[in-house]
């Protein structure tokens, strides 16, 4: 069963960068695609990008919020995700979760870490 664990949350101001890090505990993480995702506080959880197993394909959320700021990229040999968070703003506060695609669902989802940007 895979386990996912994101870090890499916290505090910054506004402007600042913070890169997140989904570690998960099987090698068989190297044969998903990965998924980011994020929710704010009193929304749902909306997708923000997501990579293919060998980190050569990668989807950004169609919302102008996130591209061009964020970059998912992947280290199959250290079991782990990344998402690189950029020119931060107060709409980039939330819970973000990480996820590995299951035939043609999300699944196995962590528990996720806070980010908290401060203006």
């Known amino acids: 069963q895979l386990h996912l664990k994101e870090s890499g949350g916290g505090l910054v101001l506004a402007g600042g960068s913070l890169r997140l890090s989904c570690l998960a505990s099987?090698?068989?993480?190297?044969?998903?695609?990965m998924g980011w995702f994020r929710q704010a506080p009193g929304k749902e959880r909306d997708f923000v990008a997501s990579i293919n197993w060998s980190g050569t394909k990668t989807i950004y959320a169609d919302s102008d919020s996130v591209k061009g700021r964020f970059t998912i990229s992947r280290d199959n040999a250290m079991n782990t995700m990344y998402l690189q968070m950029n020119s931060l703003n107060s709409e980039d506060t939330g819970v973000y979760y990480c996820?590995?695609?299951?035939?043609?669902?999300?699944?196995?989802w962590g528990q996720g870490t806070h980010v908290t940007v401060s203006s």
């Open positions: 996820a590995a695609l299951e035939v043609d669902s999300w699944s196995h």
């Open positions: 099987e090698r068989t993480f190297s044969s998903y695609a």
